[in-house]
C-alpha cells in the first residue's frame, strides 16, 4: 500500500496570474514612491532671452525696465545673469 499521497504540482495558469499580481504591486509601489500623490512639480526659472520671448519684447526693452524700476524684478546671479520666475 503507498501512503505517500501524490503531491499536487501548482498550475502553471496560477503561476502565471500570481507572477502578474506580484509584480503589478511592486510597479504600483515604485509608482507611488516616485511619483507621490501629493508631490507638485514647481515651474523653473526663465531666462532673459525667454522671458522676453514670452513677453514679446525685445531682451534690450525687458532689461531697461527693470533698470528704470519699471518692470519686474529679476533675479540676479553670479556675472550678472538675469532670471525671471512666472509669479
Known amino acids: 500500500m503507498n501512503v505517500l499521497a501524490p503531491v499536487s504540482k501548482p498550475l502553471f495558469d496560477d503561476t502565471i496570474l500570481a507572477q502578474g499580481r506580484e509584480i ?3 510597479l504600483n509601489q515604485l509608482r507611488f514612491e516616485t ?3 501629493n508631490a507638485r512639480k514647481t ?3 526663465f ?3 525667454e522671458a522676453a520671448y514670452f513677453l514679446g519684447v525685445s531682451t534690450s526693452n525687458l532689461k531697461k525696465l527693470h533698470l528704470e524700476g519699471k518692470g519686474v524684478e529679476p533675479t540676479i546671479h553670479a556675472g550678472g545673469r538675469r532670471t525671471y520666475s512666472a509669479e
Open 47 to 49: 531666462s532673459l532671452g
Open 43 to 45: 515651474l523653473r526659472q
Open 35 to 37: 511619483f507621490p500623490p
Open 24 to 26: 503589478s504591486r511592486k
